[in-house]
């Protein structure tokens, strides 16, 4: 059986501030690089050079970054960039994406959901992932890949394997059914997981054609089929922007696992042990560099004196950062501000946004 | 007995870098506002106003930054202000002051020399201990200020005091003779010292008459007389540079206290309680600030967000700096370089300084 043909979303709508002061509402993390000196966005699209071709890459996006986006990737047609005129969670964009490919690339084409802002250190074995995902999904299954899990993380949703589809792909890798999505769980609950075995993070990637989507969408989410139909008549067109902002923001306000995923019936997971790394933290993003490769006793990218300074995680491209006597600490400089945390507490970053936010210092938001 | 015309001897020639980021070879701590919006010269300066006018303050310093000084000091006549061709430690600078002041205001002016680079809290106590120690030194004593200690530091030299020369003095303090300067001491020395009691730190001001100084100098070093000589002769002729760039680099490098206070008889300690600090680290300068009156769990100087932050110094003028879950943690940012450590390492700073040089990071030093 031949690859279907794939064409990849990516949904790159968030605003997370989990990496300030470097991730802005201005300028989200999928925007900056990060990791590389490629934007994440940018790295999002090159993983799949060789298998998607730059004019079956569509992305969805908060329509203040429509403009960036188009630009960050330039080999991108700008008709595939859509940018929503309000945030309505991800069903309503995920579905208007699966309405314009069924218009524009058939309803047989196979929809790759990528998110714009993670890090895969295992590429090559990604993409014969997706090509298993794309033919498995050929068969009407809506794919998800399942990250084995390193930990009892409490930070990601889990799903729950069943029976076997296939037994081997050319990927290496078995197909299995989904007996459940499970939410974030406790600690104590994710550790029973990691013990029972089969249970595997939701990296929020997910595959399937796009006549299946389109039926799901119908079945579980009918009251969105008039809005699609009237935003795809006008793609296209010089109408297509004024239609998407009368239309957009009346859709129901829902995301595609509940919407969804979560209701389908053929739901299958692939574990793909890729290397995968959300970077929903700066204690992440620094794992994710320790794993790829940088050396020695603090990750530093950028400038730094350290004396009896071990396992810091320094980022400073301008400046000099001294440090004296500090263990696992992190220091991100940026123009206007600058945040120092221990690495245990980088999820913490929060309570500083949220401070800011009640001075009003929306110039560092 | 009326109070002799004294005249203030600032030596601003220091070059510390205990201060870096903030302080920097050319700009020292006493040419910053590090304590308040006046720069510590301006404030040594500020703090003998109504005892000493303008005309009667002189200021020695390394010549590169003998301009530098006319513009903070522009009530001072720019002849008061020497500029040193080359550093030859501190017995040559004073002797040559002692030699133009003899020449400007002739012997009897008492001259106290006041470094330029320390905190006094209490400044009218200050000038009343000024007061009375010109009255000792017009009487020929080199008159030297000792700092009840708070604690056994090792940073200071001491002066161990002796029989009382005055019972009691305008400034509510007795007068007491010298029984010997001691050097920086172990922690186990200056825990005796402690316990014994009847030892000052020396804070490195000292009051004499120009006539005891400079018999003094001829007394105990001779061979600097002919250089002094010429220099004197030249000063307010436009011949000056040049015959100070000649001969001042050719006087014996040696410092006033071992040439001239450890050896001369007749000299004193007043007690003053005045509120002093040498800044010499940022952890002393944390507690200047702190007794100075800066309230809450944090000096912040600039800008500061802190999350479980406690115990913290910082200085960040035009930056936002966010702290999570760290205690006593100093953090100075400059547009160039930040230093971030545990208040306990402040004096490590060395260290950086060290590596910086090593690096050959001179626009860093």
Known sequence: MPTPIIAVVIPAGGGGTRLWPRSRQATPKQFLDIVSERTMLQETTDRVEGLVPPDRLYVITNGRHADAVRQQLSDVPPLNIVGEPVGRDSAPAIGLMAAILEKTLGPEAVMATLPADHVILRPEQFRAILRAAAEVAAEGYLVTLGIPPTGPDVGFG???????VREHTEAGVPVFAVRQFREKPTREVAEGYLRDGGYFWNAGMFIASVRTLRELYKTHLPQMEAGFAQIVAAYGTDNFESVLG???????KISVDYGIAEKADKVAVIPADIGW??????QRLAEVLAEAGHEGENIVIGHHVGVDTHGALIYSPDRLIATIGLDDIIVIDTPDAILICPRSRSEDVKQVVDELKARKRHDLL
């Open 246 to 252: 009368e239309v957009f923001p009346i859709l129901e």
């Open 277 to 282: 790394n959300d970077v929903g933290s700066w």
């Open 158 to 164: 889990y799903i729950q394997s069943g029976e076997t």
